[in-house]
């Protein structure tokens, strides 16, 4: 830590790790420095960075020294990106954000890489039950809260008339209005219980039946967990995440503090609390959207090591079966019908025996599945088909698939060229295709249906990340 903040490290030091001080300036080449010399120090490979003064210089500097880097973003804020994965876990995160970055540099989007902490595992599956009446309200506005925006909340409440009404206000230990806040809650007619540094927010969360938060990372927990949510920011970077919360469906955004009046904050209250429609619609899309999973993906994505390839055997055939079911591969096909089991069974058989047909199976580090890559090859040329389990999707493991079984094919087989046709609308199948080095050539018709074209020329560049077949 370049600035030392005590709750923070108190918390991190209850998990077991282990805090070092670094006296430089946040995001400067001192801290570059100082960082890589720990992580020699302690032998590690990897280095995460979150914090928005950490920019294209910082970065190249910690690569340079061949160390992987996981960089936490939110808002492209960095210029150029040469980070190994690049993690905004917002629902806003695009693409277009990171136009300017490296060809290696993986981009982790959206929220399926959600992190919440290890307290809310447990919780996963677990689905909320809405009270028709709504009485408890959870309120917790981040760890230090400088504008006290929480006594805003405290006030609204104690106008707030819905009977049996409870509330928990949650406030971190860097809260400096602690004080202030017990003093206004002593003469309150409602029955609002202050809580210093909670450690049971999973608790806490299936408890209440409506939350009042500020835009940050307890939002996600929050959704996940299905409780429904007023947000309110703090500052014009949470605003942006309290307006995606909203149009997805997920909270109701009240805007900037600054501009919602105690009367505001305790209408909006009474009212969700007295609608147990809108609290449930709230509730089902939080759930919907945010699997509790993200942890599990980031880490993945971060240590998993180079695909390996080896050929289709009969074996394969029920989990071919299996990933070419899966409603997402049929929705992106051209035919999007169930294929039956029979009719699989006897179209593997025949390309198993098929000299013009060369199909991989791609594993990872563990030897574990990860998706299948097939070429059918004619007069020099072939047409590739790809896919990967759904479980292993968002870890870059497309292009890297394609540039593997691509090289492969070449080293196998006379070929000058290989082809795709992605089904208009596909974009995730069209960047990765695109990143693999292969190039539109305009549209054209497969089966019926309008095709986009993309073609590779074998012995072209690759530079998806690391690779080898077996």
Not at 306 to 312: F, G, I, N, S, V
Not at 386 to 398: F, P, Q, T, W
Not at 411 to 430: C, L, T, W
Request: proline residues 4%.
């Amino acid at each position: 830590m370049a600035r030392k903040t005590p709750a923070l490290e108190s918390r991190l030091v209850s998990e077991g790790q282990q805090v070092l001080d670094i006296s430089a300036f946040p995001g400067g080449t001192d801290d570059a420095r100082q960082t890589i010399a720990a992580a020699r120090r302690k032998k590690a490979s990897c280095v995460v960075v979150d914090g928005y003064r950490f920019e294209a210089e910082y970065q190249r500097i910690i690569k340079d020294a061949g160390l992987r880097l996981l960089f936490v973003d939110d808002f492209g804020h960095a210029g150029h990106y040469c980070a190994d994965l690049v993690l905004n876990q917002n629902f806003h995160a695009d693409e277009a954000l990171y136009a300017d970055r490296e060809p290696s540099t993986r981009l982790l989007l959206g929220s399926r890489y959600v992190l919440l902490r290890r307290e809310f595992r447990p919780l996963r599956g677990w689905l909320r039950t809405i009270n028709t009446a709504g009485r408890k309200v959870l309120v917790t506005l981040g760890g230090t809260d400088p504008d006290n925006v929480t006594l805003k909340v405290i006030r609204a409440l104690q106008q707030v008339r819905v009977e049996f009404l409870e509330a928990v206000v949650v406030v971190g230990g860097s809260n400096r209005h602690y004080a202030e806040l017990q003093k206004a809650l002593r003469d309150s007619p409602s029955a609002i219980r202050l809580e210093h540094d909670a450690t049971n927010m999973p608790e806490l969360m299936v408890w209440a039946d409506l939350a009042v938060s500020a835009g940050g990372s307890t939002s996600w927990e929050i959704a996940f967990t299905g409780l429904p949510n007023l947000v309110m920011a703090l500052d014009d970077h949470q605003l942006l995440v309290a307006r995606e919360l909203h149009a997805n469906g997920v909270a109701l955004n009240l805007g900037l503090h600054e501009g919602v009046s105690v009367a505001d904050i305790g209408d909006r209250i009474t009212r969700v609390l007295l609608s147990p429609e809108d609290r449930s619609l709230m509730s089902a899309r939080g759930q919907t959207l945010i699997d509790g999973k993200g942890g599990s993906r980031v880490v993945e994505a971060l240590t998993c090591q180079p695909l390996k390839l080896r050929p289709a055997r009969e074996g394969d055939c029920e989990q071919l079966w299996k990933w070419a079911n899966d409603p997402d591969v049929r929705t992106s096909a051209f035919r999007s019908d169930v294929i039956p089991w029979e009719m699989h069974r006897q179209w593997f058989s025949g390309k198993l025996n098929d000299p013009a047909c060369v199909q991989f199976i791609a594993l990872d580090d563990r030897d574990a599945p990860v998706g299948q890559i097939r070429f059918d090859v004619r007069d020099g040329e072939a047409e590739v088909d790809v896919s990967i389990d759904k479980d292993k999707r968002g870890l870059g493991y497309g292009a890297a698939l394609i540039q593997i079984g691509v090289r492969e094919l070449a080293r196998m087989v006379s070929v000058k060229a290989v082809h795709a046709f992605i089904k208009p609308g596909n974009e995730a199948s069209r960047r990765v295709f695109q990143k693999a080095a292969f190039v539109e050539q305009g549209v054209t018709d497969v089966k019926g249906c309008p095709s986009i074209h993309l073609m590779a020329a074998v012995g072209a560049p690759a530079h998806a990340g690391d690779v080898r077949a077996v």
